[in-house]
């Protein structure tokens, strides 16, 4: 069983949860509270300069240079369509500019972002794509349903979609890939820390889930 495999399983639980969870089912109906969809779209855009960032982290401290292209163009990704998205939809749901640049951060956000940030200053490979992974992976489970239709509420759907299909199907791939391989023959200590950024991510993103129904 490859390592991401194995940090699957030991994350299932926490997993299962985050991809079945009441925010998912919600979105996939286009049923979303619009103050649940508010407090969600304002917590996760803030995670975008940190996101972008550990992303950078990748592409620098990648060993190969065909990885580090695919990491760079995985990148113009966020900061182009998906950094679109965040400002027409809270332009769509009138959010205030405070609320955009300075909002109260959630727990769960808080933590992310510090998670994030420190597999970036770890300037470790592994560990950048332990939490990158997570964040993907994760997203791709849960808006990946084929037997079921997207919803009609234009916002929702596109959320769904900026997480699905064949070419973030393939992104993701290209990260588990780059997981086993890069972390093949570390030592344990260093495996165990790999671990741990994984599961805290897991964690975190349930978590982050919940917390949408909290603000």
């Known amino acids: 069983m490859t390592f991401s495999a194995q940090l699957r399983d030991l994350t299932g639980p926490t997993w299962d949860a985050a991809v079945g969870h009441r925010f998912v089912d919600e979105i996939w ?3 979303l509270d619009t103050d649940v969809l508010t ?3 304002v ?7 940190a996101f972008l960032a550990l992303m950078g982290a990748a592409v620098a401290t990648a060993d190969r240079a065909d990885a580090r292209v695919v990491h760079a163009r995985q990148l ?15 332009d769509t749901l009138d959010v205030p500019l405070a609320d955009r640049t300075e909002p109260v951060l959630l727990e769960p956000t808080r ?3 510090e998670l994030m940030d420190t597999a970036r200053r770890s300037a470790d490979y592994p560990s950048c794509l332990a ?5 993907e992976w994760l997203y791709l489970d849960w808006a990946t349903r084929p037997e079921e239709a997207p919803p009609e509420e234009p ?5 769904i979609a900026l997480h699905s299909g064949r070419a973030f199907t393939a992104w ?20 165990d820390r790999v671990q741990e950024l994984f599961v805290r991510a897991a964690d975190l993103e349930l978590a982050f889930f919940d917390a949408a129904y909290q603000g």
Not at 131 to 135: D, N, P, Q, W, Y
Not at 155 to 159: D, F, K, P, R, T
Not at 172 to 187: G, H, S
Request: hydrophobic letters at 50%.
């Open 76 to 90: 113009g990704v966020v900061a182009g369509p998906e950094n679109d998205f965040f400002a027409r939809a809270l």
């Open 111 to 113: 933590g992310f972002i």
């Open 172 to 191: 993701v791939d290209f990260l588990r890939a780059e997981f086993d391989r890069a972390c093949t023959d570390l030592e344990r200590a260093h495996r």
């Open 155 to 159: 916002l929702q759907a596109e959320w």
């Open 131 to 135: 939490v990158l992974l997570v964040a």
């Open 43 to 49: 917590q996760d855009h803030q995670f975008v300069d």
């Open 39 to 41: 407090t969600y779209l």
């Open 29 to 31: 109906r286009g049923a």
